[in-house]
């Protein structure tokens, strides 16, 4: 604590007369992200603003319109390790997140509007407390000291715990690729710090400008509401996007339903009118209860914060009409799509007893849908759920868990090693990019493993020692068509499974080779290994094991029975996943111009 008694004793005085008021937030302006050197950038947090204050009773928490919410969240208090601490303001935000890992507004609603919550709604809807600034610390004011070194303050206070956050920010790096993260991840944005700034309180700045990121969405109409009223003019569009079963609701649209949005809908809306829904399912009583119904032929287009987990436009606002056929319309994939499954598999074989040290992981003799490799493909195992599907679980699984970390181990290199935060942060932005990529499109096992690398880099990033990695491709195999996403979640498998329950660590190697007209790829490693009921257990798509039975069903919906997957564990002595497929490569192009 050396450090931090000398930055607070050296920092200039607090006029606090000159501020506009010293216990009220200072205020971000909005803009594009800026260039140049002299900047930090962290990401923009969706959550309740609150000022933290300890006194001698507890912990004190105010918004930045100076409403007291602390009986709102009783668990910051409680759960806090800084709340012994007299005289200590923090700047933050209070946060819930959704089912994926995200900031969810709606969420947060569910505890903002309620004081002295139950237990049961604490445990449903958990909050922390992301803190991005200090203000005080033991009763001296930290405002004049500019924000890099607000920052260090902040980092040698320690105070991360069960319910305190400290989001990363990033120094020496390209202002996109962090806003690219942002935009992956669905993310409500970037606020740019300039390093020498002070602490203006309850003043808007241009030394911290936001960007948020906006996307944008097509939409069918599928009816509206009226204004209130005046029962003959729109106050809110109802509108959805193409779903399996027709019309999926996407929520109401308000905002930007100005005159001349009236005027292009007008003698439009007369001439679509039925009288039931078209959509596929209930809409909610608050959408449905005065609304007036469509024939779903209008196409629109609207600018929101992103999807959420339910699947509903978050703060839409109206773009206008566009020329499109409601069938061209594109579906969003969801943060988290909901994956049902009725696949029961086989007991693998497995060896539970010990053996001589040295014996050989003796293989099952099944792939993971319980069949042997060689019997003949059921097609209901490839019919439900669909690839697409898997494919965005197994991505949102990463969105859930591996966001944070990596963001986290990265933040730990900014003021150590500069150099290695900017290395990681670009390993980071350029492994999300792949993984988002379209879902229809085939890789190469070249580049599936490279990802995979990218990968492994971001864990030792965390782990450090602790994770040894090895991964390597025969030439001969690196142009090989694979499905996109079927390497990472094995490696991660092995990495979370395998190698962070051992003390010690352990090692992960990844191959891939020929084997006469086959490729081979080998995850392995040398961890904790599965039993029985783990290995069955790791073929579904949920937060304890990877989605290894997802992996093969995708394998099986682009090759058929030309593929497999085997598993070969043994508990205390690792696992190793291998993946057979057919050796093709893109067919080269008919003809080539010269010009």
Known sequence: MARLATLTDTAPP????????????????????????????????????????????????????GRDVTSHFPELGVLAPWTSTSGL??????????????????????????????????????????????????????????????RELLAELDLSGSRVVIPPCFTGVDAEAVISTARRYGLDGVVAKRLESTYQAGRRSRSW?????????????????????????????????????????????????????????????????????????????????????????????????????????????????????????????????????????????????????????????????????????????????????VESALRSRFSAHFVHNTLTAIASYVRTDPGRARELLTEFADFTRYSFRSGGEMTTVGDELHN?????????????????????VAPEVRGVLVPPFVVAPLVENAVRHGIEPVPGGGAVSVFAAGSGSDCVITVSDDGAGMGPEATRAASQVDQRHGGIAEVSRRMRAAFGSQCDVHVDTRPGVGTAVRLRLPAVTAAPPDHVMVG
Not at 215 to 231: C, N, Y
Not at 261 to 279: C, V
Not at 452 to 471: I, K, S
Request: with cysteine; hydrophobic share 40%; glycine share 10%.
């Open 14 to 65: 607090d006029a606090a007369s000159t501020e506009a008021s010293p216990h009220r937030p200072m205020i971000a302006s909005s803009g594009d992200v800026p260039r140049g050197a002299g900047w930090a950038f962290e990401f923009l947090w969706d959550g309740l603003r609150c000022l933290a204050r300890t006194e001698p009773d507890g912990l004190r928490l105010v918004t930045e319109a």
């Open 89 to 150: 303001v923090l700047d933050g935000v209070v946060v819930a997140l959704d089912g994926v890992g995200r900031p969810s507004a709606g969420k947060l609603r569910r505890r903002h509007r309620v004081a002295h919550p139950s237990e049961v709604l604490q445990a449903q809807v958990p909050v922390s407390y992301y803190v991005f600034d200090v203000l005080e610390v033991a009763g001296a004011s930290t405002r004049r000291l500019p924000y890099r070194q607000r």
């Open 209 to 389: 400008i936001e960007t948020p990121v906006r996307r944008t969405q097509e939409v069918v109409v599928g009816g509206w509401l009226p204004a209130r009223g005046r029962p003959d003019t729109v106050g809110a569009l109802l509108v959805g996007v193409p779903g399996e079963s027709g019309l999926r609701y996407s929520g109401r649209v308000v905002t930007g339903i100005t005159a001349g949005a009236r005027r292009e809908l007008d003698g439009l809306l007369a001439t679509l009118e039925r009288a039931d829904s078209p959509f596929d399912a209930t809409l909610p009583e608050d959408a449905s209860g005065a609304a007036r119904w469509l024939a779903p032929r209008l196409v629109g287009q609207v600018e929101h914060r992103r999807w959420t987990a339910t699947g509903l436009l978050e703060r839409p606002t109206w773009q206008g009409l566009r020329p499109s056929h409601p069938a061209t319309v594109a579906a969003p994939v969801l943060a988290a799509p909901v994956v049902d499954t009725d696949l029961e598999l086989d007991e693998l074989e497995t060896t539970d007893g010990p053996e001589a040290p040295g014996a050989p992981i003796r293989r099952a003799g099944t792939d993971v849908t319980g069949r042997r490799s060689d019997a003949p493909l059921d097609p209901s195992i490839v019919a439900a759920p669909s690839p697409a599907d």
């Open 452 to 472: 995979a690398e990218r990968y492994l880099t971001l864990e030792q990033a965390r782990f450090g020692a602790r994770l040894r990695a090895e991964v390597a």
